[in-house]
C-alpha cells in the first residue's frame, strides 16, 4: 500500500518553523549571556607629593587564586563563595592593588617617587614592597575583608629588611558593589598605613 502523498508545501512549512524556531532559541539564549556589566576601580585615599621624596617601588602584587578573575567574589556564608557574573574590576585587579597601593604609600611616606612593578632599572629607588594578598572579598555580613602580607627589601643589594601581615574588616556604609570597592579602597588605605610604618 502506498503512504499518501506529503505535500511540499506541509514539508516547506515544517522546515521553515523548525528555523523559526531555532533561531528564536539561539536570540533567546544571547539576550540571556548578554546581561548588562558594571565596571569599578579600586581609588586612593588621596593624591601623593607630586615629586621628591625617597622611593619606592610597588610590587609584584600577587593574589591568592580565588581572587585571579575579573569578577567581583563574595562569600555568601562559611565556606561558600560565590563569583559575581555582571559586576567585575576594570582592568587588572593586581594592577589596580599596586596602584593604589603606591599612591597611599606616597601620601603617607611624603614622596611622590614611587613606582609600580615593572619598572625599569633599581637606580633611583630604595626600597621594594612586594604584597601577597590572601583575602579581598566581600560577605554576606555586610563587610569587605582584606589579608594581606609583604616584604621590605633595601635596593640596590635587596636584602629582605622587614616582613609582616595584615587583615582587618570595613562595613559598607551602604548596599551595593560601588560602596564594596570604596570599603576596599579603604582597607587598601589602612594596609599602606601598615606597611608605611615598617618601611625603614
Excluded at 531555532?22 to 536570540?27: K, N, R, T, V
Excluded at 607630586?50 to 563574595?74: E, H, K, M, T
Aim: charged content about 20%.
Amino acid at each position: 500500500m502506498k503512504r499518501p502523498p506529503t505535500s511540499a508545501c506541509g514539508t516547506s512549512c515544517l522546515k521553515r518553523s523548525l528555523r523559526r524556531y531555532l533561531f528564536l532559541a539561539s536570540s533567546l539564549l544571547a539576550v540571556g549571556c548578554a546581561a548588562p556589566k558594571s565596571y569599578y576601580f579600586l581609588s586612593a585615599e588621596g593624591p601623593a607629593p607630586a615629586s621628591g621624596g625617597i622611593g619606592i617601588g610597588v610590587g609584584p602584587v600577587v593574589l591568592a587564586s580565588y581572587l585571579d578573575r575579573s569578577n567581583f567574589v563574595f562569600q555568601e556564608g562559611g565556606n561558600r563563595m560565590a563569583i559575581v557574573e555582571s559586576h567585575r574590576w576594570a582592568g587588572e585587579l593586581e594592577e589596580n592593588i599596586a596602584r593604589v597601593t603606591a599612591v597611599n604609600l606616597g601620601r603617607r611616606l611624603g614622596t611622590g617617587n614611587v613606582r609600580t612593578y615593572p619598572w625599569v632599572g633599581d637606580g633611583e629607588l630604595r626600597h621594594q614592597i612586594s604584597v601577597d594578598i590572601r583575602q579581598f572579598h566581600g560577605t554576606s555580613d555586610g563587610e569587605a575583608v582584606l589579608e594581606a602580607a609583604w616584604r621590605v627589601y633595601s635596593l640596590p643589594d635587596r636584602r629582605m629588611s622587614a616582613a609582616s601581615s595584615w587583615s582587618g574588616s570595613e562595613p559598607l556604609r551602604a548596599d551595593g558593589y560601588d560602596e564594596l570597592a570604596a570599603a576596599q579602597s579603604r582597607l587598601l588605605a589602612r594596609l599602606a598605613g601598615e606597611m608605611a610604618a615598617t618601611v625603614k
